[in-house]
């Protein structure tokens, strides 16, 4: 029984690793679709190659730092317990890896290729799995989990990742956006914005379709192991994205692209508490999160004058920041959840998240800055990504006559 048991687990976990592999696609289409067609195959290009080095920077130092293990064995010793190991660290790094992802949908259509695979690599190796070994790993040396439950009476609580996913890559990519600039002909001499609408809104819309289907593995698969699964998390990811949807269209007044990624930003916000609260808390999570992050991105580019193209800081990070709050609100009992939440220990603990990822970040891209340099000759800029770096264009203007 036992050798049935791990191994219904291993598969469990690495189907929720496949549905959130999946996901990625969904970050390469939602960037596809938003930004300019002279820069489609570089978003394409860059999630995939980004999701290899994040793969390589979390197998051969990121997981150490997180967990304190690695997997210089022999198989024999690795292949115990059906793999179940190999696979949670598949699923582990489909979270890891989900950082340059956000970040990327910031930096787009401006940035160089190469420096930012090694952010990538420096973010994932070593700035979100310090973070990340600080709340999920119960025998991390900091034993920050266990000074904060003598402090406030309770653990901070991230079950799927509002902070420690969202929120952290948000708020890596703010730095980053700053230290970028705007895009060329974003801002005219008098402030006023240049429109740039997206290019594609049948594959934005994909984009955020794949991403919204991959959450409820995401989600719920987080529970890592079957006698754990709890049909709570997947009513409470249901309900915040419809909410979240809503907020997006209503305060939207009925944009294609707030309507869809409305989901996303409720989806977002639930991550951290979707195993504690009651449906209706999830519902009302995932109205502020689509509301937060319609006023936010509007206020963003409008009036801050901050060219975050696909409005990652509020989206991640701004409702990853809502969604480890309110798991201390919408979890209590008082509010119809499941208890054993303290929302002074969401407060420290999402605000440690934020500094690390603020520092993190301006380290990272401030060094790359600094040295390799971040962003494109204006030249390539205004060519395009496609054909500059990639040489090539989504859509050739004429074919070759075979």
Same mark, same amino acid.
């Given at each position: 029984?036992?050798?049935?048991?791990?191994? @219904?687990?291993?598969?469990?976990?690495?189907?929720?690793?496949?549905?959130?592999?999946?996901? %990625?696609?969904?970050?390469?289409?939602?960037?596809?679709?938003?930004? #300019?067609? *002279?820069?489609?195959?570089?978003?394409?290009?860059?999630?995939?190659?980004?999701?290899?080095?994040?793969?390589?920077a979390y197998f051969f130092i990121g997981y150490s730092i997180a967990y304190g293990t690695n997997f210089f064995m022999g198989a024999?010793?690795?292949?115990?317990?059906?793999?179940?190991?190999? @696979?949670?660290?598949?699923?582990?790094?489909?979270?890891?890896?989900?950082?340059?992802?956000?970040?990327?949908?910031?930096?787009?259509?401006? /940035? *160089?290729?190469?420096?930012?695979?090694?952010?990538?690599?420096?973010?994932?190796?070593?700035?979100?799995?310090?973070?990340?070994?600080?709340?999920?790993?119960?025998? %991390?040396?900091?034993?920050?989990?266990?000074?904060?439950?003598?402090?406030?009476?309770?653990?901070?609580?991230?079950?799927?990742?509002?902070?420690?996913?969202? /929120?952290?890559?948000?708020?890596?990519?703010?730095?980053?956006?700053?230290?970028?600039?705007? #895009?060329?002909? #974003?801002?005219? *001499?008098?402030?006023?914005?240049?429109? %740039?609408?997206?290019?594609?809104?049948?594959?934005?819309?994909?984009?955020?379709?794949?991403?919204?289907?991959?959450?409820?593995?995401?989600?719920?698969?987080?529970?890592?192991?079957?006698? *754990?699964?709890?049909?709570?998390?997947?009513? !409470?990811?249901?309900?915040?994205?419809?909410?979240?949807?809503?907020?997006?269209?209503?305060?939207?007044? !009925?944009?294609?692209?707030?309507?869809?990624?409305?989901?996303?930003?409720?989806?977002?916000?639930?991550?951290?508490?979707?195993?504690?609260?009651?449906?209706?808390?999830?519902?009302?999570?995932?109205?502020?999160?689509?509301?937060?992050?319609?006023?936010?991105?509007?206020?963003?580019?409008?009036?801050?004058?901050?060219?975050?193209?696909?409005?990652?800081?509020?989206?991640?990070?701004?409702?990853?920041?809502?969604?480890?709050?309110?798991?201390?609100?919408?979890?209590?009992? /008082?509010?119809?959840?499941?208890?054993?939440?303290?929302?002074?220990?969401?407060?420290?603990?999402?605000?440690?998240?934020?500094?690390?990822?603020?520092?993190?970040?301006?380290?990272?891209?401030?060094f790359i800055k600094m040295t390799l340099g971040l962003r494109m000759d204006p030249e390539d800029e205004h060519a395009g990504a496609?054909?500059?770096?990639? %040489?090539?264009?989504?859509?050739?203007?004429?074919?070759?006559?075979?």
């Open positions: 029984m036992e050798n049935i048991k791990t191994g @219904v687990d291993a598969l469990f976990i690495l189907l929720g690793a496949i549905m959130i592999l999946a996901m %990625h696609a969904g970050f390469a289409f939602l960037e596809l679709g938003t930004v #300019r067609e *002279k820069n489609q195959v570089n978003a394409l290009v860059k999630i995939l190659v980004d999701f290899s080095v994040s793969t390589i024999e010793e690795l292949a115990a317990k059906s793999g179940f190991e190999l @696979v949670k660290f598949f699923f582990l790094l489909t979270f890891a890896a989900a950082i340059p992802a956000i970040v990327s949908g910031g930096i787009a259509e401006r /940035a *160089k290729f190469n420096p930012q695979l090694l952010a990538t690599f420096l973010l994932v190796g070593f700035v979100y799995p310090f973070f990340e070994g600080m709340i999920w790993n119960p025998e %991390h040396p900091f034993g920050f989990q266990a000074w904060l439950k003598g402090f406030s009476g309770e653990e901070f609580h991230d079950f799927a990742g509002s902070v420690v996913v969202h /929120a952290v890559g948000g708020w890596i990519a703010l730095p980053a956006i700053l230290l970028l600039g705007a #895009r060329q002909g #974003r801002y005219r *001499k008098d402030g006023r914005m240049a429109a %740039h609408p997206p290019s594609n809104v049948p594959f934005l819309a994909l984009g955020a379709w794949i991403l919204t289907v991959g959450w409820f593995g995401f989600n719920v698969m987080s529970a890592q192991t079957i006698d *754990k699964i709890s049909g709570l998390v997947a009513m !409470n990811s249901l309900m915040a994205m419809a909410g979240g949807t809503l907020a997006g269209w209503f305060f939207g007044k !009925n944009d294609a692209g707030f309507s869809y990624n409305g989901p996303l930003a409720g989806l977002v916000a639930v991550c951290a508490g979707s195993d504690l609260m009651h449906p209706l808390g999830a519902l009302v999570v995932g109205l502020v999160a689509g509301g937060l992050f319609v006023l936010v991105f509007t206020l963003e580019q409008n009036r801050w004058k901050i060219d975050d193209v696909l409005g990652v800081w509020p989206l991640h990070g701004l409702c990853g920041v809502w969604g480890g709050i309110a798991a201390g609100i919408f979890g209590q009992k /008082a509010l119809g959840g499941l208890g054993g939440v303290s929302l002074s220990a969401q407060l420290i603990g999402t605000g440690l998240g934020v500094g690390i990822a603020l520092i993190g970040g301006f380290i990272v891209y401030g496609d054909l500059s770096i990639h %040489h090539v264009s989504a859509t050739p203007e004429s074919e070759s006559s075979w």
